[in-house]
């Protein structure tokens, strides 16, 4: 007796018809019937009334359906002890970019724990290079990062958001044009091990564009600080969750040859803990809704 039968035996109960329930299912209203009738021949009994033209739960099958129910839920979550059922896990260690700490993560997390109360959360700010490696071995359960160049096999990538290289700079900045403001005011890099800086030399690159260096920043968040007190301009990502520095900061388009970087969770493919890294997939995705970034301008 298959698993099928049972839910579609629910979606039956739960719309009122056959050909409400077919949508539901994804089948036919004639697959419908039938399955209900193997379903009826396995168990022996009747569960439907089929006097008048539209088949109806007769009270056998109304009794039967609070127990199908049951049986669904239970195959489903058969391995949720062993696949990272939040109920079930203590702890989740949680790699993070820099510049998701002040905004994304902590709204996310948030979230999360409001779900799951006992939960504890230890979150390991890292770069995207030294995440990959931290997720491959297995010191993190997962990460929100960079999109690594090549996802092997033994890793499971769920992207989310897409974001934009911007020109950044101070609200004082009167000027508008971005490769002037580039070529005229001191520039400040970022490490050249982040994925953000080498996406930012590679379109400096492109455009023939020599700034004058003033700084070079490990982490996003120092470097808006140092744009904020005037200190320089950079090439970074439009934030798609910004903590109140970056939120103050003027962001100048790109144009169509702005880059972009994909964000998202990487996690290994076995992870013990599967179920709850989605659950925090769902409370990011919710997290970047509400509080999405202003398009430069």
Request: charged content about 20%; glycine content about 6%; hydrophobic content about 40%.
């Amino acid at each position: 007796m298959s698993i099928s039968l049972f839910k579609t035996l629910i979606a039956v109960a739960d719309t009122g018809s056959f050909s409400a329930a077919a949508e539901e299912v994804c089948v036919t209203d004639a697959a419908v019937g039938q399955q209900m009738k193997r379903l009826e021949s396995s168990l022996g009994v009747a569960l439907f009334d089929r006097s008048e033209k539209t088949p109806r739960l007769n009270q056998l099958g109304k009794a039967f359906v609070p127990k199908a129910k049951a049986v669904v839920y239970s195959y489903e979550s058969i391995l949720d002890d062993l696949t990272g059922d939040p109920q079930m896990i203590g702890e989740l260690t949680l790699g993070a970019v820099p510049s998701t700490i002040r905004g994304l993560i902590p709204k996310a997390t948030k979230g999360l724990i409001k779900l799951y109360p006992d939960l504890h959360i230890r979150v390991v700010p890292e770069l995207s290079f030294n995440l990959l490696e931290q997720v491959e071995s297995g010191s993190v359960d997962a990460a929100v990062m960079s999109e690594p160049l090549r996802v092997h096999s033994k890793l499971h990538w769920m992207p989310f958001y897409e974001e934009e290289l911007v020109l950044l700079t101070s609200p004082t900045v009167k000027e508008s044009d971005p490769k002037r403001i580039l070529a005229t005011m001191p520039y400040i890099r970022h490490s050249r091990h982040a994925m953000v800086g080498m996406l930012a030399e590679e379109w400096l690159a492109k455009q023939n564009l020599e700034v004058h260096d003033a700084m070079e920043m490990g982490s996003l968040e120092n470097l808006s600080s140092m744009i904020a007190h005037d200190l320089g301009v950079s090439v970074v990502p439009n934030i798609c969750v910004p903590d109140p520095i970056f939120k103050e900061l003027k962001k100048f388009s790109l144009g169509p040859t702005a880059p972009t970087r994909m964000l998202g969770i990487l996690t290994r493919s076995d992870c013990s803990k599967l179920r709850l890294v989605q659950r925090l997939l769902e409370q990011i995705k919710l997290t970047v809704k509400q509080h999405a970034a202003s398009p430069p301008i």
